[in-house]
């Protein structure tokens, strides 16, 4: 059972900063960690008995690589690059997500008529999007674009289906009954219901999202965070692959972890069971 | 509100079969149709417009999926990739499982594993799949080791959750009535976390796949995911799309047609089951 | 005599082939409070909906009138208390504001009903924050915010436990007795019904009108009173021939 949770909207700003300092506290000693170090430390004895062949670069080598890469601030450059076509390919996959997403959700026709597909969409790796993307529009911006598009509007449609589906009727009857004006109710009624499967749908999309966009560089780009990772593949660099890959898996957890879940966890305030952590 | 408990056995055999008659009318007369037959004539008119050696038509793609179904080619290179995707997959579920029950009973296992966990359920498949290709070149242990990293968090998310979610009161209703351990664990615990296991195969065999299609990509001379890298190589869009569709098929039949049913099953006893579509 | 508030005529409402209300009329005076009672599934709720517009009428008329300066707005109670989970429980009362009404006096009337129901000092908790009863209470709050000329109330108290059901049916006798709003009160409780009501309407198995009588009763009412309980007594007989019409009809069709 859960216990409600007192959320008290003129909690003092003395609270919360307390509040942060803890959750701070919490991160620093916090025992995930200990199993992080326990990896670092197998790896570096690992790398250390193989030492010389390269193959299984050592933390601290890695991390000097990683720091490198940060440092010339090239980073930042290809990071731009990817953005960018993860931005324009994000937006288009939200908006055909929606508007599917709607449609199921709201009629039995459409959600026949597009179910298949969007399962198919579902199960389909992104590899073959990023490979069908690359073969047809080479290295121009659409293909990456395409291949995110594709690969990430079926999970934005399922999670808007969901949540047009939960509407509850009851709630709009009531508002009929106290004659709300339309507006007033797609403001206050209907937005509110869906955000949390729209935000659900954010989380999931951009995870699907960005994985097909750097597949998409691996095959067919001249820049970018999966070109960088290509072209340490073929120089047979691991610690170039893992740096690259580390750092913008980072930038990833910390969008997810830093903005999309407390977003999340945001605007689900009012309902008694706080978001459950991963 | 009445409801009827309806128990299937004893719907008499003609309710069944009429049942069933107008489950197949349900399923023929369908506006699922409608998006095929639309989808494809898009295609081929667009196709036949465009007249490029880059979009193939349908006719084509369906020829090409024919061509290889009937030579055999294509069950030869699926039982490549299914031997490489049971072999990791089973060591994912073994791991998986461990590291599961261990989370999902203490909190201390929990935090320790937590980080490690988000980190790889984050980290894309193409990672592990490079990363083993030029550890293990084209030896089988390449798509085994990335299937085993990429999969194994997805195993872990669900059974901690079904560990989290045993119902203490349960066992201990077991234990005041004297009843052995072994009996507890077969009549208790593990009829409320076989749903769970289920949802961890389900999902964590989706990621496996993946994986190994992309192993096979960057580094193998059979399978699936080789055949479609010799397709990315000559051009030939009609080949990796054929390719994909077949496989994607085939492990859409083993979800829907295997894994979402026996999960259905064995969640029976609860009031709601989980639907995703 | 005192005016009107609702009145239904000729009240027919199919859904698809099952008829559901079934000529139904009925006049309603102001200021009074009518309870309808009946099996569950009668009906009832929807006799409401189709009052406060949820539902079109098959055929027939049902509308609510005012003779007062009141635009005849409802206020509708329901089974569950419908508050928006997103909102607080003050902002759900703002939200129901009626367009003729400005926002600062429906902020004053906000006030003034959520401390008649004894809810001043929660209004800015969530509903998931307070109890049923609490949520039901902020129900009947937003019900009379908005000063209605009639106020519906579908089964409010069957979903709480008997002494806050209690508690809660005296606090709105005295809300009613101080607002001297109509009330239109459903419920499929019998003694809640005759224990409330000016006038009991009984619907039957066919949504017609099968009992409709006055209930002379004084108050405040004890249901240990000898009058009550004979009044009481009468409603159950009326329940038991209508059950009797019941099961011949049934017998008659061949259904066991
Ligand atoms: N929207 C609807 N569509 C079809 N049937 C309905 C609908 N609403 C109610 N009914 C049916 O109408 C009958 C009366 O329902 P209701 O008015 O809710 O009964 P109650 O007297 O218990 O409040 C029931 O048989 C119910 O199944
Ligand atoms: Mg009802």
């Given at each position: 059972m859960s216990v409600a949770v007192n959320v008290s909207p003129n909690s003092t700003s003395l609270a919360a900063s307390k509040r942060f300092a803890k959750s701070f506290k919490g991160i620093i000693f916090h025992k995930g960690w200990l199993a992080i170090l326990m990896v670092l430390v197998i790896w570096q004895i690992i790398s250390f008995f193989l030492g010389g062949r390269g193959l299984v670069p050592s933390p601290a080598r890695t991390a000097a690589?990683?720091?490198?890469?940060?440092?010339?601030?090239?980073?930042?450059?290809?990071?731009?690059?990817?953005?960018?076509?993860?931005?324009?390919?994000?937006?288009?996959?939200?908006?055909?997500?929606?508007?599917?997403?709607?449609?199921?959700?709201?009629?039995?026709?459409?959600?026949?008529?597009?179910?298949?597909?969007?399962?198919?969409?579902?199960?389909?790796?992104?590899?073959?999007?990023?490979?069908?993307?690359?073969?047809?529009?080479?290295?121009?911006?659409?293909?990456?674009?395409?291949?995110?598009?594709?690969?990430?509007?079926?999970?934005i449609a399922v999670n808007i289906r969901e949540g047009v589906k939960a509407l509850d009727k009851?709630?709009?009857?009531?508002?009929?009954?106290?004659?709300?004006?339309?507006?007033?109710?797609v403001q206050q009624v209907i937005i509110p219901s869906l955000l949390p499967h729209i935000l659900a749908a954010i989380r999931t999309g951009f995870t699907i999202a960005w994985k097909a966009s750097v597949l998409t560089e691996v095959f067919g780009a001249t820049s970018g965070i999966g070109y960088m990772i290509r072209f340490n593949f073929q120089m047979f660099a691991v610690r170039g692959i893992l740096a690259w890959s580390l750092l913008f898996g980072g930038v990833m957890i910390l969008i997810e972890y830093g903005i999309l879940v407390p977003a999340e966890r945001h605007f689900a305030r009012w309902r008694p069971q706080i978001l459950e952590e991963v | 509100?009445?409801?009827?408990?309806?128990?299937?056995?004893?719907?008499?055999?003609?309710?069944?079969?009429?049942?069933?008659?107008?489950?197949?009318?349900?399923?023929?007369?369908?506006?699922?149709?409608?998006?095929?037959?639309?989808?494809?004539?898009?295609w081929q008119t667009y196709a036949v417009f465009r007249n490029s050696r880059l979009i193939p038509t349908p006719v084509k793609v369906g020829a090409t999926m024919w061509r290889i179904l009937t030579s055999g080619i294509f069950f030869e290179q699926l039982a490549a990739s299914m031997t490489r995707i049971l072999i990791g997959f089973s060591l994912a579920m073994i791991l998986g499982t461990i590291i599961g029950?261990?989370?999902?009973?203490?909190?201390?296992?929990?935090?320790?594993?937590?980080?490690?966990?988000?980190?790889?359920l984050?980290?894309?498949?193409?990672?592990?799949?490079?990363?083993?290709?030029?550890?293990?070149?084209?030896?089988?242990?390449?798509?085994?080791?990335?299937?085993?990293?990429?999969?194994?968090?997805?195993?872990?998310?669900?059974?901690?959750?079904?560990?989290?979610?045993?119902?203490?009161?349960?066992?201990?209703?077991?234990?005041?009535?004297?009843?052995?351990?072994?009996?507890?664990?077969?009549?208790?615990?593990?009829?409320?976390?076989?749903p769970f296991i289920l949802a961890a195969?389900?999902?964590?065999?989706?990621?496996?796949?993946?994986?190994c299609t992309l192993v096979e990509v960057f580094g193998a001379v059979s399978g699936v995911g080789y055949m479609i890298k010799n397709s990315f190589d000559q051009y030939a869009v009609y080949g990796i799309v054929a390719w994909a569709l077949m496989f994607g098929g085939v492990m859409l039949l083993i979800e829907y047609g295997l894994l979402v049913p026996a999960e259905r099953y064995l969640a029976r006893w609860r009031p709601k089951v989980k639907q995703v579509i | 005599m005192a005016a009107t508030a609702v009145s239904v005529k000729d009240l027919v409402k199919c859904f698809g082939d099952l008829r559901v209300l079934d000529n139904v009329s009925f006049d309603v005076e102001e200021s009074s409070l009518t309870t309808i009672v009946g099996f569950s599934g009668c009906g009832k709720s929807t006799l409401l909906n189709v009052l406060a517009g949820i539902e079109t009428t098959t055929s027939g008329i049902a509308e609510v009138s005012s003779s007062k300066n009141l635009s005849a707005r409802l206020g509708y109670v329901f089974q569950s208390p419908r508050l928006l989970p997103w909102l607080t429980i003050e902002q759900n009362l703002v939200f129901v504001r009626p367009d003729a009404v400005d926002e600062a006096t429906h902020l004053e009337r906000v006030h003034k009903y959520l401390e008649m129901v004894g809810l001043k000092n929660v209004r800015h908790k969530f509903p998931y924050q307070l109890s049923g009863g609490m949520q039901q209470r902020a129900g009947i709050a937003r019900a009379l915010c908005i000063e209605p000329a009639v106020l519906l109330m579908d089964e409010p108290f069957s979903h709480l436990d008997e002494i806050t059901a209690g508690g809660m049916r005296e606090e709105m006798l005295?809300?009613?007795?101080?607002?001297?709003?109509?009330?239109?009160?459903?419920?499929?409780?019998?003694?809640?019904?005759?224990?409330?009501?000016?006038?009991?309407?009984?619907?039957?198995?066919?949504?017609?009108?099968?009992?409709?009588?006055?209930?002379?009763?004084?108050?405040?009412?004890?249901?240990?009173?000898?009058?009550?309980?004979?009044?009481?007594?009468?409603?159950?007989?009326?329940?038991?021939?209508?059950?009797?019409?019941?099961?011949?009809?049934?017998a008659a069709l061949g259904v066991s």
């Open positions: 690589t990683m720091w490198g890469v940060l440092a010339s601030g090239e980073f930042f450059v290809q990071l731009g690059d990817s953005l960018v076509r993860l931005l324009i390919g994000f937006v288009l996959a939200m908006t055909l997500g929606m508007i599917v997403g709607v449609l199921m959700g709201s009629r039995w026709f459409w959600n026949e008529f597009f179910k298949d597909i969007v399962i198919l969409g579902l199960s389909l790796p992104g590899l073959v999007y990023a490979l069908l993307s690359v073969v047809i529009f080479g290295t121009k911006l659409l293909a990456p674009v395409m291949a995110i598009l594709f690969a990430s509007y079926p999970f009851d709630l709009l009857d009531m508002t009929q009954a106290y004659k709300i004006g339309k507006w007033k109710v | 509100m009445t409801a009827t408990a309806i128990n299937p056995s004893q719907i008499p055999s003609a309710t069944r079969a009429r049942r069933f008659a107008q489950a197949m009318k349900g399923f023929l007369i369908s506006p699922r149709w409608l998006f095929v037959i639309i989808a494809l004539v898009v029950i261990l989370m999902g009973s203490r909190k201390s296992y929990d935090q320790f594993f937590k980080a490690m966990v988000i980190l790889g984050a980290l894309p498949g193409l990672i592990y799949a490079l990363i083993c290709v030029m550890f293990f070149g084209i030896s089988i242990l390449a798509p085994v080791t990335a299937i085993l990293a990429g999969s194994y968090p997805f195993v872990v998310i669900n059974v901690a959750e079904g560990v989290k979610s045993l119902d203490k009161d349960l066992i201990d209703m077991s234990r005041s009535y004297k009843i052995g351990r072994g009996k507890i664990v077969r009549q208790v615990i593990l009829p409320s976390l076989l195969i389900r999902n964590g065999f989706a990621i496996a796949w993946k994986i | 005295r809300i009613w007795q101080e607002t001297r709003r109509t009330i239109l009160f459903v419920t499929h409780d019998m003694q809640e019904a005759v224990e409330l009501g000016d006038r009991l309407i009984m619907l039957d198995y066919h949504g017609r009108i099968f009992v409709d009588i006055k209930i002379d009763l004084p108050r405040p009412r004890n249901l240990t009173d000898r009058v009550f309980i004979e009044f009481y007594s009468d409603v159950v007989r009326h329940l038991q021939a209508m059950q009797t019409i019941r099961a011949e009809e049934l």
